[in-house]
């Protein structure tokens, strides 16, 4: 299962602060053993416009994604960048078809 998310910030000066929040997200889900080995890949992309991210999310299955959705450190990025977002994120369930990676 895969996911497609994308948001958008109320403020580009809210910018500096979402890469840093997703980098700690990134960097506590290490710690905690979910990336790659946790049932989980995660990437995050920021675009030309300062306001817009998107998120991509591989999952080897259900438990991949419901230890994710439980981690300690989604709460904590969720707590903090969530009031910054201008609207829920928009989640969209996608099936990879082809790809390069291995």
């Given at each position: 299962m895969s996911l497609l998310v994308q948001y958008t910030l109320k403020s580009a000066d809210d910018h500096a602060a979402q890469v840093q929040a997703m980098e700690t997200?990134?960097?506590?889900?290490?710690?905690?053993?979910?990336?790659?080995?946790?049932?989980?890949?995660y990437s995050c992309f920021a675009t030309d416009d300062p306001t817009r991210f998107v998120g991509l999310f591989e999952f080897d299955d259900d438990a991949g994604r419901q230890a994710f959705l439980d981690s300690a450190a989604f709460a904590a990025y969720r707590e903090t960048v969530g009031p910054t977002f201008a609207n829920p994120p928009e989640t969209t369930t996608i099936t990879a078809i082809a790809s390069t990676r291995a």
């Amino acid at each position: 299962m895969s996911l497609l998310v994308q948001y958008t910030l109320k403020s580009a000066d809210d910018h500096a602060a979402q890469v840093q929040a997703m980098e700690t997200l990134v960097a506590s889900l290490g710690d905690e053993g979910a990336p790659g080995t946790g049932g989980m890949q995660y990437s995050c992309f920021a675009t030309d416009d300062p306001t817009r991210f998107v998120g991509l999310f591989e999952f080897d299955d259900d438990a991949g994604r419901q230890a994710f959705l439980d981690s300690a450190a989604f709460a904590a990025y969720r707590e903090t960048v969530g009031p910054t977002f201008a609207n829920p994120p928009e989640t969209t369930t996608i099936t990879a078809i082809a790809s390069t990676r291995a």
